[in-house]
């Protein structure tokens, strides 16, 4: 399935509206919070309970609200006058057994027993359905702030070689396949070799268990993009420093992400670990390649 191009919201539209951010987990929500607010918009967040870190946002509008509780999220987003919604952060998927959720959250539940048997990216779908038809408008995190994604080409001093771009070559087909069974974004591909494949646990945790399959000398590529046809405005790839340093304790030798489908949180920093430790982070034109 080709991929249309990432399309952003001009901010020129900003006085007309307003953003609520219901942020999850990382450091995406505040990220996206700090350009808008760089921009002088005043956006609103809604942070899950549990999830988000409250204290990084003493400084931001914001309400705390458990995920289940559908009805007051809308309440409060109705409240702020928002006019737009973005998701934003990681949310781990609720144990529906052991939920307690409001009017609205029942309705919802609804749709995502039924979604979640289609997957992660079904289950994103009904919920940003559910949010249009209550009057909101939902964009992206990559529509509203689209500095924060990954540029193309060789982003900092260290270049792949030949061999890196072999297991990148490798690592575009391979995570092209199970992204289109919607199993997960990234695969780490060491001399032609699958590594390690992602799956429910995340890139995080894909880089922690692969360390223990390090070799002695740095080799192998960690490569992620988005799924065929992935709801980016709720669900996008994301690298940040994070992911640099975790590839480091894994011994790779590099990170390719999917050029303008990937996010990447704090860009200097990322780069700045990047170069010290002796890595590549390049981003792909996967449109071309793993075909």
Request: with cysteine; charged share 25%.
């Amino acid at each position: 399935m080709k991929k249309q191009n990432v399309a952003s919201v001009s901010p020129s539209n900003s006085a007309a509206r307003r953003i609520g951010i219901i942020a999850g987990s990382g450091s995406l929500p505040l990220a996206l919070a700090t350009t808008l607010r760089s921009r002088g918009e005043t956006p609103f967040l809604l942070l899950v309970e549990g999830e988000a870190e409250v204290s990084q946002y003493a400084d931001f509008p914001h309400e705390v609200i458990r995920i289940t509780k559908v009805g007051r999220f809308l309440k409060a987003l109705a409240r702020e006058s928002c006019t737009h919604i973005t998701l934003a952060g990681p949310v781990k998927r609720p144990d529906l057994k052991n939920l307690l959720p409001d009017m609205e959250g029942m309705k919802l539940l609804g749709r995502i027993t039924g979604a979640a048997r289609k997957g992660d990216d079904g289950l994103m779908r009904a919920i940003t359905s559910y949010v249009k038809e209550k009057g909101f408008t939902v964009v992206g995190v990559h529509e509203l702030a689209s500095d924060l994604l990954v540029p193309l080409g060789c982003l900092g001093k260290i270049a792949p070689t030949e061999r890196d771009n072999t297991d990148i070559t490798a690592g575009v087909r391979i995570v092209k396949a199970v992204g289109a069974l919607d199993i997960g974004q990234a695969a780490i591909i060491r001399d032609g070799y699958v590594l390690a494949v992602e799956a429910a646990e995340g890139t995080d945790k894909l880089l922690k268990r692969s360390r223990e399959f390090a070799w002695d000398e740095p080799a192998g590529v960690l490569v992620k993009l988005s799924k065929p046809g992935q709801e980016l405005k709720a669900d996008m790839p994301t690298i940040g420093p994070d992911t640099v340093t975790l590839a480091a304790e894994a011994n790779l030798r590099g990170i390719a992400a999917e050029a303008g489908f990937t996010l990447v949180l704090d860009l200097k920093e990322t780069l700045r670990r990047a170069n010290e430790a002796g890595l590549f982070v390049v981003g792909l034109d996967s449109q071309s390649m793993g075909e």
